[in-house]
């Protein structure tokens, strides 16, 4: 049943995401948005490990496993990074790398620490 839990919310997540880019598209470039999506989905995943995780296995693995995995992508940042390189646009590239890194992990602790504050019981 977890298999089926887990792809669902994969599913959610991926149409999640490909509208994500679908309503931005225009307005940010491909590797701003996938950015802004991995920050979004941090900050989620960190928020949400200390809050579901406790109440229900079930919910805990359709969010976070399923629909945050299929909604964030580090297969596209690196495909973005790579593109950026190869273009050679070294700066954006480096600057969108180091956002990643230090952002995703910034969004992810402040998710936590909302979540640690916010919900206590």
């Given at each position: 049943m977890n298999y089926v839990i887990v792809g669902l919310g994969g599913a959610f997540g991926a149409l999640l995401r490909?509208?994500?880019f679908k309503l931005f598209n225009?307005?940010?470039?491909?590797?701003?948005?996938?950015?802004?999506?991995n920050c979004c989905g941090s900050f989620l995943l960190g928020l949400l490990f200390y809050t579901v995780q406790k109440?229900?296995?079930?919910?805990?693995?359709?969010?976070t496993t399923g629909?945050?995995?299929?909604?964030?992508?580090f297969s596209t940042f690196s495909a973005d990074v790579v593109q950026l390189l190869q273009n050679e646009h070294y700066w954006k590239g480096a600057?969108?790398?180091a956002l990643s890194l230090f952002g995703c992990v910034f969004f992810?602790?402040?998710?936590?620490?909302?979540a640690k504050v916010g919900f206590k019981k």
């Open positions: 490909f509208s994500t225009g307005y940010f470039s491909s590797y701003t948005i996938t950015l802004i999506i109440k229900s296995n079930s919910l805990y693995l359709f969010v629909m945050l995995s299929g909604f964030t992508t600057t969108i790398s992810a602790s402040l998710g936590a620490i909302v």
